[in-house]
């Protein structure tokens, strides 16, 4: 067993999900940090558990030839990026595989990862969402953490979101206005939410623990100036003591309250609580994806379980010819029935409700679609979810993840219920981080 605070030479084998080396000392599994597949290294331990240590590089004798220098004065410190060290071709080997390993290891299924696919790298990002610290820093949190680094300027954001933060920051200063703590539960100043469109139109959001702030028309000015595009400016009120970014009560303090977006050749109506995936054009081909897992040919009813603001939904609707949406967010909901009304789509219809209740009512009712579709939250699907989705004896399921390890734990207990993984394709909507989404296409064996 390795020791601690002992250096050791090691090769690096493979890669953990988060992104870290995995290398084999003295018989016991290294995670390593900022290494790379086929490297041999010094590695320094820096902790040692009952079947596994941590490390991290001290000295590369055969550098991987994917290896490059971090192009981020930050990465390190922050928390947002995990592959900054490495070449596109290697992070998106890293992520096929990480999809792979979890359907055999977890999911128990053979089935094969068929592609990945891959877009813009840099300030992919639509959605930015900044903690403020309680000493009125504004930045994002260091890996598995709460502890703030002051970032300026993130590669992965759009320009306006990062023009934001710093009339946040001005605003903070010239009104002393202070940032929440979440140890008293004390001060204003939780989050700073910005959502851009492909326009380059920005809704603008700030979490407070509290009913308003100070200098609220002074605050709309600084932003407004700063990102002219602005469309509206929102008020969240947060004052609950756990670390969930949105509340459930806005105020407009300026123009709009929502933001208006085009995707897959529609229209989409979206609100401060509203699900939207992040990246623009790799969402577009996520959806593609799964519309061309469902199989449809026209005649078809859909079951569009977790549909946030009818996204996914709604591509499948011009495809089908029945799809019922269900979402436990009362705004979504509203949004998406705006968005199909805007879009002229009228063979869909949403359903507000928790997924696992509204499941199984429709299972108890007798509803037989053809097709499900999920694309759950990172926790994955439960129990409950997975056995009434079986119990509707769907044709097939497609199953949009955001975890293969969620993903793959789901994909067994489909499996027992009597649903294998015939397909399978990732998709990078998030380069330069560990995360990735999967598609998984499951038909009925029994």
């Known amino acids: 067993m390795p020791e601690k605070n002992r250096t050791y030479r090691a090769r690096i084998e493979g890669y953990t999900s988060e992104g870290l080396g995995v290398a084999r000392i003295d018989g016991q599994a ?7 597949r086929g490297e041999d290294c010094d590695v320094l331990i820096l902790k040692v558990l009952k079947n596994a240590a941590f490390g991290k590089v001290v000295q590369v004798h055969e550098p991987s030839p994917h290896r490059r220098e971090p192009d981020c004065p930050w990465y390190g410190r922050c928390g947002g990026c995990d592959f900054r060290h490495m070449d596109r071709e290697e992070e998106l080997y890293a992520k096929r595989q990480r999809v792979q390993d979890a359907l ?103 979490l ?54 085009r995707l897959c050749d529609l229209t989409f109506r979206l609100s401060v609580p509203s699900f939207y995936q992040v990246n623009h054009d790799m969402a577009e081909v996520l959806y593609r994806t799964a519309l061309d897992f469902a199989g449809l040919t026209g005649t078809e009813t859909v079951l569009d379980l977790y549909c946030g603001a009818g996204t996914i939904t709604q591509v499948m609707a011009r495809r089908a010819g029945r799809v019922i949406g269900a979402e436990i967010v009362p705004a979504a909901i509203a949004d998406a029935r705006e968005n199909a009304r805007r879009n002229g789509i009228g063979n869909v219809e949403f359903f507000c409700g928790d997924a696992s209740a ?59 219920e009597g649903y294998g993984a015939v397909r399978a ?22």
Request: charged share 25%.
């Open 30 to 36: 290294v995670f390593v940090h900022r290494a790379l």
């Open 104 to 206: 055999h290891r977890i999911g128990g299924s053979d089935v094969s990862v068929e592609a990945i696919y891959s877009g813009e790298p840099l300030h992919y990002r639509n959605k930015s969402q900044y903690p403020v610290s309680a000493d009125g820093q504004v930045g994002f949190y260091k890996a598995r953490s709460h502890q703030l680094v002051p970032v300026e300027c993130c590669l992965l954001q759009k320009p306006p979101a990062d023009a934001a933060a710093d009339a946040l920051r001005r605003y903070i200063e010239t009104y002393r206005v202070p940032g929440y703590d979440e140890k008293t539960r004390r001060g204003l100043l939780r989050h700073l939410y910005i959502r851009t469109n492909q326009a380059g139109q920005s809704l603008i959001c700030v």
């Open 208 to 261: 407070v623990n509290g009913k308003k702030l100070p200098h609220e028309p002074e605050l709309v000015s600084l932003l407004r100036q700063a990102v002219p595009e602005t469309v509206g400016v929102v008020l969240g009120v947060n004052t609950q003591p756990t670390g969930a970014i949105l509340g459930g009560e806005y105020r407009t303090l300026w123009g709009e309250d929502v933001l208006t977006d």
């Open 358 to 416: 509204v499941a199984a009512d429709f299972a108890a009712r007798g509803l037989r679609p053809d097709v499900i579709c999920v694309d759950p939250p990172r926790k994955g699907l439960s129990p409950d979810v997975v056995s009434a989705a079986a119990r509707m004896q769907p044709q097939r399921i497609v199953y949009v993840s955001c975890d293969p390890a969620t993903l793959a734990r789901d994909v067994k207990l489909f499996a027992q």
């Open 425 to 446: 394709a990732a998709v990078d909507m998030f380069p330069g981080t560990a995360n990735i989404e999967s598609v998984v296409r499951l038909e009925r064996t029994k």
